[in-house]
């Protein structure tokens, strides 16, 4: 069986190296995908992740959902908790834990409200198995969500099994560039 701690290890570094025009292009790509979706067409209400450098840029995702009147909401880490906080053009960020960008703003957002979960992840099986970066909070937060989750997976973050448990949450979408 597969350890997670490995795993991570290798797409951490394969994510790192991974930069230049194709994967300009297959971003591009994997957000056209997920705009043309059912479940972005028909969702009003959208949480997604405020990208790091190695993960897939979500400022053309958020921007495409405030030009089309979507509201969005993102994570933030109060007291060991994740959630997830509404923001507008206007919102003002600061890093937050794991040195990650965070909305300033507290105001916690119902997320029995939210239609569309964009989920980060370091690696994923088409079955929608994935393996996060080791905190638990998407887990958890996966647990108690009962809207569509989907995920923008980029060739390397494809795999074909991972070290699951029971606690590990599945997303119901995995958006692939399809070649």
Avoid: C
């Avoid at 292009?25 to 992740?49: C, G, H, P, T, Y």
């Amino acid at each position: 069986m597969l350890d997670k701690k490995i795993v991570r290890t290798v797409q951490k570094r394969q994510l790192a190296n991974y930069v230049g025009s194709q994967r300009m292009q297959e971003e591009m790509a994997l957000r056209k995908l997920l705009f043309r979706s059912n479940q972005w067409q028909k969702a009003q209400i959208i949480a997604v992740f405020l990208s790091t450098a190695t993960e897939i840029n979500t400022q053309p995702i958020i921007a495409r959902a405030w030009s089309e009147n979507k509201r969005t909401v993102v994570p933030k880490i109060i007291n060991k908790q994740m959630v997830f906080v509404e923001i507008t053009s206007g919102s003002s960020f600061r890093l937050g834990q794991m040195n990650i960008k965070e909305p300033i703003d507290s105001t916690v957002f119902d997320i029995t409200l939210i239609d569309l979960a964009i989920v980060p992840g370091l690696a994923f099986t088409t079955h929608g198995e994935r393996l996060g970066f080791g905190a638990g909070y998407y887990d958890h937060f996966l647990s108690l969500f009962s809207g569509d989750t989907v995920s923008l997976v980029l060739d390397v973050q494809l795999v074909t099994s991972l070290p699951i448990e029971g606690h590990d949450q599945k997303v119901d979408h995995v958006l692939i560039q399809s070649k």
